[in-house]
């Protein structure tokens, strides 16, 4: 009931093209879900993130879709760009229960 | 920007050595926190620090870990006795606050290696 289910585990997409990840998850107590983007050598650094009381976020060319009933949220790049390639990964966490679970990340390659 | 820094950026050690890895936490952060990352695998919680005392600990986090704030600016993690499972990259990340805008900032790693 802890897990996050992050998929697929790698993704190549063409320059300008739209890249999706997807997450799943099980308890329904998680109340704060965040994308974190991880390029080689570095630490993970927020990209954007989503409460269940909305259905979707934008930032830019980044957007979170969120569908409570699915107890799914996905990540959507647009115009995807090689500087977007590195690994992203879903999280979730409860309320001020402070530990986030991960998803296992998803390598993004972006093709020039 | 400020930024959480972490040393050593890699450390070797023998099995059963004692290991301590530091971190300078974002300076007005009140919240902070050791996650592990096996090679290619998904980033674990270890445990979460707050008001000088743990907060949270997962399971991983047994009694060869311990973590420490000596002086108002370090964060250390320490781990007793190494063991082989536990080479890993491990993150320090800070926190202003926890809730709705707590965003967690992310050092960029002590990669330890267990020989």
């Known amino acids: 009931q802890q897990q996050v289910k992050q998929s697929p585990q790698s993704l190549i997409v063409q320059k300008g093209g739209i890249s999706i990840i997807n997450c799943a998850y099980e308890?329904?107590?998680?109340?704060?879900f965040p994308w974190y983007q991880q390029f080689p050598g570095k630490g993970p650094a927020l990209l954007i993130a989503i409460r269940p009381d909305v259905s979707e976020k934008k930032e830019g060319r980044f957007t979170i879709s969120f569908n409570k009933s699915a107890k799914q949220f996905s990540l959507h790049i647009m115009d995807s760009q090689p500087g977007d390639s590195a690994t992203y990964f879903c999280?979730?966490?409860?309320?001020?229960?402070?530990?986030?679970?991960w998803g296992a990340g998803t390598k993004l390659i972006i093709k020039p | 920007e400020p930024e959480v820094t972490q040393t050593p950026s890699h450390q070797v050690t023998q099995m059963g050595q004692e290991v301590i890895l530091r971190c300078v936490p974002i300076s007005n952060h009140l919240y902070f926190y050791w996650y592990r990352q096996i090679l290619g695998q998904k980033v674990e919680f270890l445990v979460s620090?707050?008001?000088?005392?743990?907060?949270?600990k997962s399971e991983i986090f047994d009694d060869q870990f311990s973590v420490e704030r000596p002086d108002g600016s370090n964060f250390t993690l320490k781990i007793r006795s190494t063991k082989l499972e536990d080479s890993a990259m491990y993150f320090c990340a800070s926190q202003l606050r926890v809730g709705r805008t707590g965003e967690l900032f992310f050092g960029e790693g002590s990669r330890l290696t267990v020989l």
């Open positions: 999280a979730a966490s409860m309320g001020s229960n402070y530990q986030l679970i």
């Open positions: 308890n329904t107590a998680f109340d704060y």
């Open positions: 620090f707050y008001n000088n005392e743990i907060s949270e």
